[in-house]
């Protein structure tokens, strides 16, 4: 059992790391609106808080600081002083000294010397001017790209909840398992109780995948700061606007995107929107708008970057596709604007004519890619030139279930997450054609190339695939339309079986080498089945193409 | 009979250091509430003997709690609870029928000498705390 004192720390962490998200966000808020008194009473409330807790904890220095903050808000609240001028650089250094001397404390570790700052308050609560040892704008550069942070206690720790959900999903196996048996055995009593037993399990899973929610606006509500700092350093005018906090999604699908997130809020903000001169110039307002936009669409979560900036110009794009030997400059020529801003998500793709400190280090929008798909999920952007940019994130609301298309090549059982599937079609062989070698179906006005999964798992190591031969396809063909990065492909099948909500479970070593199977499953009937992984295979089909 | 306490505090730490510290005193804690607004709703619904109570709530102040408590349940002793700075309201909460009061950051043997007595004052001698 876990000692009181360590409960005491964990409790002490988690709420004080909650309080200093609080604290940034509405300090920030403040500095827009000083006559904001909620955002100063809730300032002063959470000063008062974080200062008894951690006198409690006996993390001394911490509560002196919180403290003298706290007077300093209480002074502001009072109206005998007003958050301008200098004092404003101080109070956010000390919510920013707070939040290192939490994590300090978090880490075990020293919590750093807090002395010029504790002098600068006690100078300020007696009405003297503030020294600053540096440039206050030099450090506001370097918050503008530091890291954040999830906390990663719900109250209860993240891996446990973890551990519940892999014991679930063995036991949602088994279960259908169970229930195959029983109709084969057709024991009424038997089946019943597997009946019962796949409600409560159902029951159980779907309980334990709630548990696991929180609200996006956990790390929404990090972005006022982020924004207000890299705007800051990059000098641009930015509004923010922040919808869909409430809209709930697995935590660690929101870990996993925390990185991403905040590279297409600083790309947003560094290459997407223009100086306050250049809009103005352009006819638009002085100050930018970027949105974080959150909302649920079916079963997944929608997540949207928006940005009312220059936009993406697609023929500069096309241009360097083919200067970075992405693809022939003839094939460039017909591609469509949607596949030319794929290009984007390519590998050391980057469009920005300048490194900037802000968005040039670190990821690319190949990493932004690389963690939507490790979630399964799709990332798309649309573009009008002179207008703006939008990103966006569907993800799967949970990690654990995922539906799933089941279909057959040479009797074996195989499937498909529907996140990537656009749609399902059976043609006859005269409605495809040959083009270049590549198979071609006219599917809603679109060209679509179709190859034979079949030749595509067994095509050998290095070869090509063959020539597509309409020839070789009798009757009507079952074709699943994938769609990845705004490429589509059809893959024919031997037959469709059904739809099915799947537990996918990771491929052990040295299988997990293959990345063309994102997992497997366990049917009902007993038999496994191999999760096609939908970026890879397109992936080896462009390489493999004719 | 074990005395029945509800504890009024924004702050999860100190709900639970609090409730650890009546708990394993022999109270029964009936209740935590984080904010005024469920502070009444619970004082009403569970009917404590005691309740210790922040002075500073996020939707309204332990002042504004304590005059509507004292409206519906004139006999329940109040424990505010405080931190350095705030003798100004304590004081008006004192005056406005608090029992008692603790100071932040506070010592299990304070808290439960305090919660003691205000009880021993309720009915003298039938508590076993």
Same mark, same amino acid.
């Given at each position: ?15 004080? +790391? ?29 000063? /008062? ?8 904890? &006996? ?25 301008? $001028? ?19 404390? $978090? ?66 196996? !088994? ?20 009946? #019962? ?65 905040? /590279? ?6 560094? #290459? ?16 930018? /708008? ?8 079916? !079963? !997944? =979560? ?70 939507? @798909?490790?979630?399964? $999920? ?26 799933? %298309? ?32 590549? +198979?071609?179906?006219?599917?809603? /006005? ?8 079949? @030749? ?11 020539? *597509?031969?309409?020839?070789?396809? =009798? ?14 492909? &059809? ?19 040295? %299988? ?10 366990? %049917? ?23 | ?47 404590? !003997? ?71 004052? *309720? ?7």
């Amino acid at each position: 059992m876990k000692s009181r004192e360590q409960e005491y720390r964990e409790i002490f962490m988690a709420e004080a +790391l909650e309080y200093y998200d609080a604290m940034s966000r509405h300090i920030s808020e403040l500095e827009k609106d000083p006559a904001d008194e909620k955002a100063l009473n809730e300032l002063f409330r959470l000063m /008062h808080n974080l200062k008894a807790n951690a006198r409690a904890m &006996g993390h001394s220095d911490i509560g002196e600081v919180a403290h003298r903050m706290e007077t300093i808000f209480g002074l502001i609240r009072s109206k005998e002083r007003a958050f301008e $001028g200098s004092l404003v650089p101080v109070l956010f250094t000390g919510v920013d000294t707070l939040g290192s001397m939490i994590r300090a404390v $978090g880490e075990g570790e020293k919590t750093a010397n807090a002395d010029p700052l504790l002098a600068n308050l006690e100078r300020l609560v007696n009405g003297e001017e503030p020294v600053f040892e540096e440039d206050p704008d030099l450090a506001s550069d370097e918050d503008a790209t530091r890291k954040l942070e999830l906390s990663d206690l719900v109250y209860i720790q993240i891996k446990k909840l973890d551990h519940l959900l892999n014991l679930v999903g063995e036991l949602i196996i !088994d279960r259908d398992r169970i229930l195959t048996l029983s109709q084969e055995i057709g024991n009424p009593a038997l089946q019943s109780t597997a009946a #019962h037993l796949f409600r409560i399990a159902d029951d159980l899973q779907y309980s334990v995948m709630d548990a696991r929610l929180v609200n996006v606006g956990s790390l929404f509500n990090k972005f006022p700061r982020v924004v207000r700092d890299v705007a800051t350093a990059e000098q641009k005018d930015v509004e923010l606007a922040i919808l869909g906090q409430d809209i709930q999604i697995d935590r660690n699908i929101l870990q996993i995107i925390t990185d991403a997130l905040l /590279h297409l809020v600083r790309n947003a903000i560094g #290459h997407g929107l223009e100086t306050p001169e250049v809009r103005v110039k352009a006819g638009k307002t002085a100050e930018g /708008h970027l949105t974080l936009s959150a909302q649920t669409e079916r !079963d !997944d =979560v929608l997540i949207q970057v928006i940005d009312d900036g220059r936009g993406i110009d697609v023929e500069s794009v096309r241009k360097k596709a083919v200067e970075r030997g992405l693809t022939t400059a003839e094939a460039a020529r017909n591609l469509d604007a949607d596949a030319v801003r794929a290009f984007l998500f390519e590998p050391g793709f980057s469009m920005a004519k300048e490194v900037t400190d802000i968005s040039g280090r670190g990821v690319g929008l190949d990493v932004v890619k690389l963690a939507i @798909d490790s979630l399964g $999920g799709q990332l798309r952007v649309d573009s009008v030139l002179g207008q703006g940019t939008t990103f966006s994130l569907v993800l799967p609301t949970s990690i654990a279930v995922k539906g799933a %298309l089941l279909f057959e090549i040479a009797d074996r059982s195989y499937a498909i997450p529907l996140m990537h599937t656009d749609s399902v079609v059976s043609l006859w062989p005269d409605e495809m054609h040959v083009i270049g070698g590549v +198979l071609l179906a006219r599917v809603l /006005h679109e060209n679509i190339p179709v190859v034979n999964l079949h @030749d595509l798992l067994n095509s050998s190591e290095d070869g090509v695939l063959p020539t *597509a031969n309409k020839g070789s396809l =009798v009757g009507r063909q079952d074709i699943i339309i994938v769609n990845y990065n705004n490429r589509k492909l &059809g893959l024919i099948v031997d037959r469709f079986l059904r739809q099915q909500d799947i537990v996918i479970k990771p491929m052990s070593k040295p %299988l997990d080498m293959i990345d063309l199977f994102g997992g497997v499953t366990l %049917l009902g009937s007993g038999q496994v089945c191999l999760v096609l992984d939908v970026p890879a295979l397109t992936r080896l089909f462009l390489a493999k193409r004719p | 009979m074990k005395n029945r306490i509800l504890i009024v505090d924004d702050s999860f730490y100190m709900r639970t250091m609090l409730k650890n510290m009546l708990t394993d005193a022999g109270y029964e804690v009936v209740g935590e509430a984080a904010n005024g607004q469920q502070a009444l709703e619970m004082a009403s619904a569970t009917k404590p !003997d005691l309740i210790t109570l922040d002075v500073i709530l996020p939707d309204n102040t332990g002042l504004d709690v304590l005059k509507g408590i004292r409206q519906e349940q004139p006999d329940v002793k109040v424990v505010m609870c405080s931190a350095v700075g705030q003798e100004v309201i304590v004081n008006e909460a004192l005056e406005s029928g608090a029992t008692a009061y603790i100071v932040k950051p506070f010592s299990e043997e304070k808290v439960l000498e305090i919660v003691g007595s205000a009880l021993q004052n *309720a009915d003298s001698g039938s508590t076993e705390a």
